[in-house]
């Protein structure tokens, strides 16, 4: 448990692989299937409301005070990402089959984490309050940036396509949920932030279940005999090439904007994150009807790779701060929230 641990292998993570197992092994189907469709997409509707109620208006408004840092986050997460993604798709032809290649496009396009941004950014002695706007920024837009570029660039690309019906269902099942819970945070906040365990069960079940449903799907439909295991190690490989070729650009382009180190640290962990609790719902909603659990087989890999090679970047992070430059007061509350997020 202690290895697991320092590699932020927990309990969540055990869960997905469980997930991914059952899913291959005992999967779903007929009337059983439609009901954990059902229940799949009110946990989806669950999940985005109490996300509505995290982030109050007064961190919204002292975030847009740091407005360099936070476009420079929202910059690698939805302009760099979805470049370098185009250019796996167009360059990946040969290697990947076309739905492994959508799936590491559609990766590209989902927005940050918080929980493990914020986590990894207080570990490595960042600037914490820039990190949790950032990253709650980034799921707030993602809302609506990811469907609009997963029509943009996947519809031009070759790749799927999402109709009108796809839309209204990214409105209805994500959006409206997520406005909802921002018009009860008044009434309901208080209590959501007295049962944080609450809010963490729903977050990481409503994954589980989404994961279940797209591997069970993907058994069913006769998907897993038709990827060898070379192609998961290929997408492997491009997904740690990925990240690599990410953080070192997150890393250069703070340094030329003459971002202090506490910034840094920030673009480099909020803006390299891809988020696997947003993520998923959303590939659920968009992809519905296709073969779903190929297309988020890369983030689940993505995800992986992002936190151990994360665990090992904080605590050098955290000793390069020089003298003379100020570091920011470490806070352990958002270390032990860690999620999938």
């Known amino acids: 448990m202690k290895v697991l ?9 055990l869960g997905l692989l469980t997930m991914v197992l059952l899913g291959a092994v005992v999967p779903v189907s007929g009337s059983a299937a439609d009901i954990f469709g059902w229940i799949t997409k009110a946990a ?4 985005f409301l109490l996300y509505g109620t995290r982030l109050s208006p007064g961190e919204a408004w002292a975030g847009l005070k740091h407005w360099r840092l936070h476009l420079t986050v929202l910059s690698v997460t939805f302009l760099i990402f979805p470049l370098l993604g185009l250019g796996i798709w167009f360059l990946g032809r040969d290697l990947l089959p076309a739905d492994l290649r959508t799936g590491v496009l559609f990766l590209c396009l989902v927005p940050s984490t918080v929980q493990s941004s914020i986590a990894f950014t207080s570990i490595a002695r960042g600037n914490v309050a820039a990190a949790m706007v950032s990253a709650s920024a980034s799921n707030v837009l993602g809302v609506l940036l990811t469907p609009l570029l997963v029509v943009l660039l996947m519809t031009t690309g070759g790749g799927v396509r999402i109709g009108a019906g796809a839309i209204l269902a990214i409105m209805t099942q ?8 921002q018009l ?4 309901i906040g208080g209590w959501l ?18 994961v279940y449903t797209a591997f069970s ?18 997408v492997a490989v491009i997904c740690a090439v990925l990240l690599a070729a990410v953080l070192t650009i997150s890393g250069g382009v703070g340094r030329l904007l003459h971002f202090a180190l506490a910034d840094r640290i920030v673009i480099t962990f909020a803006g390299s994150k891809k988020s696997l609790a947003s993520g998923l719902p959303m590939a659920a909603v968009l992809f519905a009807g296709q073969q779903t659990a190929l297309i988020v087989l ?18 050098r992070f955290a000793r390069k701060h020089v003298e003379g430059e100020p570091v920011p007061p470490v806070s352990t509350a958002p270390i032990a929230a860690t999620s999938a997020r």
């Open 5 to 13: 641990s320092k590699f932020h292998l927990d309990g969540f993570i």
């Open 44 to 47: 989806i509707a669950l999940l």
């Open 174 to 181: 994500l959006l409206l949920p997520f406005l909802i819970g």
């Open 184 to 187: 009860l945070r008044p009434v």
């Open 193 to 210: 932030t007295r049962h944080q365990p609450l809010v963490k069960y729903v977050d990481r079940g409503s994954v589980l279940l989404v």
């Open 217 to 234: 799907a993907g058994t069913v439909q006769g998907i897993w005999r038709a990827v060898p295991p070379i192609r998961i190690a290929e």
């Open 298 to 315: 890369p983030l689940m890999i993505f995800h992986q790779i992002q936190l151990i090679v994360c665990a090992f970047l904080a605590p």
